[in-house]
Structures are given as C-alpha cells and as structure tokens.
C-alpha cells in the first residue's frame, strides 16, 4: 500500500461504505468488499510466494514456474504493473495450479483476505520519514528462492 497509496485510498473508502467504524470486516462482507477481492488476487498475482512449486503424479515430478507465468506479457499486459482493474473483471480465480488446484486455497485465500481487510480497516500505511519529518522513497527489491520476499531499500526523496 506504500507503493499504491490511490488503491490503498478506494479500498478503505469501500470498506468505511460497507462495514462503517463500528466493527472490523468479516468474512459476511466479503461480497461487499469486490475492489478488496481484486488486492488481494492482483497481489497473490504481482508477487507469488511460492514462485515455484512442484507437483507429483505417478511417473513424474512436474515444476511449473509460477513467477514465469504470472509475468507472461503475452497472458497478462504490462505484467510489472499492480493494478486491480486486471482482477476485478474475474473475481472467481483463485490460488489455482494450471497442474491442479491448492488443497489450501481456501485457508490461504480467507486468511490472506482477512488480513487485508483488517488492515485497510484499522491502519493508515504511508512512506517512512526521515529525523526531519521529510518522506523517503521506497523500492522494493524481490528476492526469489524457495519462496519471494521483499527487501524495502528507502533513501530520501
């Protein structure tokens, strides 16, 4: 949300229309909550966790490389690009291998949803500032391996 404070912005407006201040969200306002939704589907597709995974079947172990395929310019344009508007025309997909779906997606899914929600709801999440009040810069840098994280480099604007 540091990176997209425009997204970060329409999510708690949407979030503050449905749910109000009087409670945090739960999963009977998810249906309410399509533009959070599209986060978290844009998000689980901008950045795998797990950018390979290996499958096993009876003769063979098959190593799809999810980063390759989320990153694809030909299935997903400008595939460096976040931008939920990419989600929010199928709000259907969900953690699914092209070799078989997650026996976990609905445990990662509502817990990843969940999280989101919570903290569009209760949180304001903007840039660092410096001993002088001024804002730093953020550029995430991703590391791969068994799984993707990020290292936050921030420097002075």
């Known amino acids: 949300m540091v990176l997209h ?4 912005r329409k999510a708690q407006e949407e979030t503050l229309h449905v749910v109000g201040t009087d409670r945090l969200p739960d999963f009977g306002d998810r249906l309410n909550l399509p533009y959070a939704q599209a986060i ?5 597709r901008w950045v795998p966790v797990v950018p390979i995974v290996a499958r096993m079947s009876l003769h063979a172990i098959i190593i799809p490389h999810v980063w390759a395929m989320t990153q694809d310019q030909g299935r997903c344009p400008e595939s460096k690009v976040f931008s939920t508007h990419r989600c929010s025309r199928n709000l259907k997909t969900s953690l699914y291998s092209p070799l ?5 997606r609905h445990l990662a899914n509502q817990s ?3 999280v989101i929600v919570s903290t569009l709801a209760t ?4 840039k660092a500032t410096d001993d002088s009040g001024a804002e730093m810069e953020n550029s995430p840098k991703f590391k791969s391996g068994p799984t993707m994280h990020s290292r936050i480099e921030m420097r002075k604007g």
Request: hydrophobic share 50%; with cysteine.
């Open 123 to 126: 949180l304001q999440i903007g």
């Open 112 to 114: 990843l949803w969940a």
């Open 40 to 44: 978290l589907l844009e998000t689980i």
């Open 100 to 104: 078989g779906v997650c026996p976990g």
């Open 5 to 8: 404070p425009v997204v970060q």
